[in-house]
């Protein structure tokens, strides 16, 4: 960590030396409610500096940080609660209502007081009615004990949930690695970043993601400043470009987008000169919207691709995606990728077929929790695939022309269809559905359900959305809901999802 590390988080400063003296007392914390490397901490937080302790916290014990998203509802937060292990539980005191009947009986609760700069963003009220005995307050607790003073154990980071088509998310595990992989994966976080000793960032994104949590975590080794947002405003965002100088984002196409939606005046109004490197990800972005950032800042800003088990796989610069528009770039050094068809024979270049990916020493291996076997089914001779579909030119370069078969990426977050149908399914008035994803223009892609209709039924669009909201986190909602006689089905049962989403790309002049 920087030595002259300065933490902005609302109206809120705190020096490195400060955060790291509190992760070093809550690890002290932890250890005393028993928990060894392998273990695990689930956290339910908005973005807020206790976040970044327990970032440090857990890594320096070689347990795993189970990060919850906090729209979860009960049903889903409970589930990870459960299927993880987690020996305790750091939760923000407004949400604590919405999960509190979904807690596993015997698990330990941390309550951290709601920031006031989030209390007026969200209307969050800092209350907790009815907290189970024993539950502690995060920063009583955690000063209550010395800083830790044992050889850290290498840190296993985060333990992140994804999801395939059984409509349950799969925790990726990481595993403890060797020295190699921890040095690679650390390099290859800071090549993605272009990140340097000295640098002043910002963290724009929830650190319940990936990319948010990743760059959070090279900040933290790096940086001389880092501002952490409650949310992404765009707006905000360019006034603490302005204000803190800043040199080095990570982003998502999505905030791309709003950024440019901003009145021309506005956008020219604020000096952004200090940007060094901006580098997005988690999902496409649409080359019209790539141009525009890149005529506003400059030819610095970068694009990854990768995925939450292979982690960091390609890097294009900007003037690379000039000359090759629509490609990810090549794979980092020491990552190899292969293209592979139905038989698992290699492809030659420019043939499309589905991409498997070697990170080498760039990761630290993983597995799935209480799934070895879907873990073992993604792979081939050291390779693994995520689903996702496209090719490498003859340089090396890639192409993604396909994605998970049934993901929706919208904003740079995975929705997982399946998860949405079983509830929806569950709705008495609800015959058949499927939930799929449209283009948008805003978000690149929309949530949409076909719903048949049971007999008798009247249920409107507004209803099943209703339905929906009570059972799923709100961004699962779909934006659009359609109404179908019946669904193209195969006659394994299968819904040919392609011929309900293949309308609404062609006539957005874009391919599937």
């Not at 290859?188 to 960032?201: E, H, K, L, Y």
């Not at 760059?215 to 765009?234: G, S, T, W, Y």
């Not at 901003?262 to 649409?286: I, K, M, Y």
Request: glycine content about 8%; hydrophobic content about 40%; aromatic content about 6%.
């Amino acid at each position: 960590m920087n030595s002259n590390l300065i933490i902005h988080c609302g109206e809120r400063r705190l020096e490195g030396a400060q955060l790291r003296e509190n992760a070093d007392r809550a690890a002290t914390g932890f250890a005393s409610l028993g928990l060894q490397p392998g273990d695990a901490v689930a956290v339910m937080l908005r973005n807020d500096l206790p976040y970044l302790e327990l970032m440090l916290a857990l890594g320096r014990l070689g347990v795993h940080l189970v990060a919850v998203n906090w729209h979860f509802q009960a049903e889903e937060a409970g589930f990870i609660l459960r299927d993880s292990g987690a020996k305790a539980f750091v939760v923000h005191a407004d949400l604590w209502p919405n999960v509190a009947d979904a807690v596993p009986p015997g698990l330990q609760v941390l309550v951290v007081p709601t920031p006031v700069e989030i209390e007026a963003l969200y209307g969050a009220r800092d209350t907790v009615p009815a907290l189970p005995p024993g539950s502690l307050s995060w920063a009583p607790w955690r000063d209550g004990f010395e800083p830790a003073t044992a050889p850290p154990v290498p840190s296993v980071g985060s333990m992140l949930y994804t999801s395939g088509t059984t409509g349950r998310p799969k925790a990726v595990m990481r595993l403890p690695g060797t020295p190699r992989q921890h040095e690679g994966s650390l390099r290859i976080r800071a090549m993605a970043s272009q990140a340097r000793a000295g640098m002043r960032t910002a963290v724009v994104g929830p650190l319940y993601h990936a990319g948010p949590n990743a760059a959070a975590r090279v900040a933290l080794e790096l940086a001389e400043e880092i501002v952490v947002l409650p949310r992404f405003d765009a707006e905000q965002l360019l006034c603490t470009i302005e204000r803190h100088r800043i040199t080095h984002l990570s982003m998502v196409p999505v905030m791309l987008v709003r950024l440019l939606k901003l009145p021309e005046a506005l956008r020219r109004a604020h000096d952004v000169s200090s940007l060094e490197n901006v580098t997005h990800g988690g999902s496409p972005c649409a080359p019209e919207v790539r141009r525009a950032i890149i005529d506003w800042w400059g030819p610095i800003v970068n694009e990854t691709y990768g995925s939450t088990e292979a982690g960091l796989v390609t890097f294009v610069t900007a003037a690379q995606w000039l000359e090759r528009p629509g490609t990810a770039g090549r794979p980092f050094p020491g990552t190899s990728i292969r293209i592979l068809d139905d038989e698992g024979r290699e492809l030659p270049p420019n043939a499309v077929g589905e991409i498997y990916v070697n990170t080498g020493d760039n990761a630290l291996p993983f597995t799935y929790r209480h799934n070895e076997a879907q873990r073992r089914a993604i792979e081939r001779d050291g390779y693994i695939t995520n689903g996702d579909v496209g090719h490498l030119d003859a340089e090396g370069y890639l192409y993604v022309t396909d994605r998970k078969r049934d993901m929706v990426i919208s904003g740079g977050v995975n929705i997982y269809p399946a998860e949405i149908e079983h509830a929806l399914v569950a709705n008495p008035e609800v015959a058949d559905c499927a939930v799929f994803g449209v283009p948008d223009s805003e978000y690149g892609e929309a949530v949409a359900a076909a719903v048949v209709r049971a007999p008798g039924s009247r249920i409107t669009e507004a209803e099943v959305r209703e339905w929906l909201r009570a059972r799923v986190a709100g961004y699962k909602v779909p934006r659009l809901v359609e109404f179908h006689d019946a669904l193209p089905r195969e006659g394994m049962g299968k819904v040919f999802k392609n011929r309900l989403r293949a309308p609404h790309w062609e006539r957005a002049g874009r391919s599937i």
